[in-house]
């Protein structure tokens, strides 16, 4: 598997990892969620997502084995780095 589909799983199975504790939070506390009672709360969802990200990333780097759960594949995606932009033409 190429690092773009590494970096595609392991941020569907972590997107999905945090949309399963919303609907858990939802359903153990009664709330309704409704699509449009979330556009005032995109910020903060935004953030949530930011802030279980960075954390899945810090646990699954002490912890390998939680990578895995986290992200379902325990490597990181790594990428080579860009070519240099094309020289400019002389004769232009």
């Keep these: ?5 590494t970096a595609t799983v392991r941020t569907t199975v972590n ?4 949309t399963a504790v919303i609907i858990g939070a939802a359903a153990l506390f009664g709330w309704t969620i409704d699509v449009a009672d979330l556009a005032p ?3 903060v969802l935004a953030g949530a997502i930011a802030i279980f ?8 780097e002490r912890w390998p084995k939680l990578g895995f759960v ?23």
């Excluded at 997107?15 to 945090?18: A, E, F, S």
């Excluded at 960075?54 to 646990?59: I, N």
């Design 15 to 18: 997107g999905t990892i945090l």
């Design 41 to 43: 709360w995109l910020p």
């Design 1 to 5: 598997m190429n690092d773009t589909n």
């Design 70 to 92: 986290l992200f379902g594949k325990t490597e990181a995606p790594v990428y080579s780095p860009l070519p240099p932009p094309p020289a400019p033409d002389a004769n232009a």
């Design 53 to 60: 990200y960075r954390a899945s990333l810090y646990v699954s």
